[in-house]
Nanobody, 123 residues
Framework: QVQLVESGGGLVQPGGSLRLSCAAS????????PAWYRQAPGKQRELVAS???????NYADSVKGRFTISSDNNRFTVNLQMNNLTPEDTATYYC?????????????????WGQGTQVTVAS
């Protein structure tokens, strides 16, 4: 069984920074298409940042220039550095990835979500 575990959320003042981390654990053979999503109260979950094939980062317009996504596909981790935070960034943040597990000689790929970490931006 595999899981993603996030850490690094918390309360920060406007203009501050936070770094979110996410690590896969369990029977992990491969780790691909890592991404961060967020969901604010009363709103739909939205993509914040992702790393597409070839390693190119992709960002929502609302976070471009402020957030940076990075990953290590060999260590099965993905991070999100968030700078110049605003109250509009307040949400629960979730990491997501396609994780391959090796069962005998077969690889099964599952799209896995983390449990979420709360980010609150307030003065």
């Amino acid at each position: 069984q595999v899981q993603l575990v996030e850490s690094g959320g918390g309360l920060v003042q406007p203009g501050g920074s936070l770094r979110l981390s996410c690590a896969a654990s369990g029977n992990v053979f491969s780790f691909n298409a890592p991404a961060w999503y967020r969901q604010a109260p009363g709103k739909q979950r939205e993509l914040v940042a992702s790393i597409v094939r070839g390693g190119k980062p992709n960002y929502a317009d609302s976070v471009k220039g402020r957030f940076t996504i990075s990953s290590d596909n060999n260590r099965f981790t993905v991070n999100l550095q968030m700078n110049n935070l605003t109250p509009e960034d307040t949400a629960t943040y979730y990491c997501n990835a396609d994780i391959g597990t090796l069962n005998g000689d077969q690889i099964h790929v599952f799209n896995i979500w983390g449990q979420g970490t709360q980010v609150t931006v307030a003065s």
